[in-house]
């Protein structure tokens, strides 16, 4: 076995919550599955719950990845590129509740009972749409403007037909 890191205790973590979910989820499942007793986890993680929020934030990292690396087109006017910035941010989240499901609901279920880390997360929204748009403290009325297209709690009606519409008409209403 390759030395015990946080990343090989990251994976397999998602490997187990994948099949088992996190309420059932142990640091037992996690140690005897690397080979290593649940005591050596501690060298990592203070407790299991520590370990599922770096799980969560990693998760969160990395799908979001391209909305934070997001730049506009040279030209492009504030307006536009904060359409098509909020456009990625929702098509992001559509596409990842799309592609698994599971994850994105076990991922979502656990981050939105985490006040410290959904907080973390919409400022860090609030502060990309300020800059993509130059309107300085307006993140957070933007980011809460377009909720219903970033928000999971809205995941199952991203399908429908006529979302795609009915941004556009929040938009004229925002912009």
């Known amino acids: 076995m390759a030395r015990l890191s946080q990343e090989i205790i990251l994976d397999m973590a998602e490997k187990i919550i994948y099949e088992k979910g996190m309420e059932k989820t142990t640091l037992y499942d996690i140690a005897g599955n690397l080979n290593v007793t ?3 986890l501690y060298k990592h993680y203070r ?12 998760w969160l990292e990395e799908t979001s ?3 934070f ?6 030209g492009q006017s504030p307006d536009d590129a904060l359409h098509d910035w909020l ?7 559509k596409k990842l509740y799309a592609t ?3 994850m994105f609901l076990l991922y979502t279920d656990y981050i939105e009972q985490n006040e410290a880390l959904v ?6 929204l609030a502060q990309k749409a300020e800059e993509v748009s130059g309107q300085k403290e307006q993140g957070a009325a933007i980011i809460t403007a377009f909720i219903y297209f970033h928000n999971p709690y809205f995941a199952n009606r991203w399908e429908q037909e006529g979302h795609e519409e009915l941004f556009e008409r929040v938009w004229q209403l925002v912009k």
């Open 87 to 93: 456009w990625l941010l929702a098509g992001t989240k």
């Open 38 to 40: 649940h005591a050596a």
């Open 119 to 124: 907080k973390n997360h919409v400022e860090h």
């Open 47 to 58: 407790n299991k719950e520590d370990l599922f929020q770096k799980l969560a934030l990693r």
């Open 65 to 67: 990845r391209e909305i």
């Open 69 to 74: 690396a997001w730049n506009s087109a040279a």
């Open 100 to 102: 698994d499901r599971k």
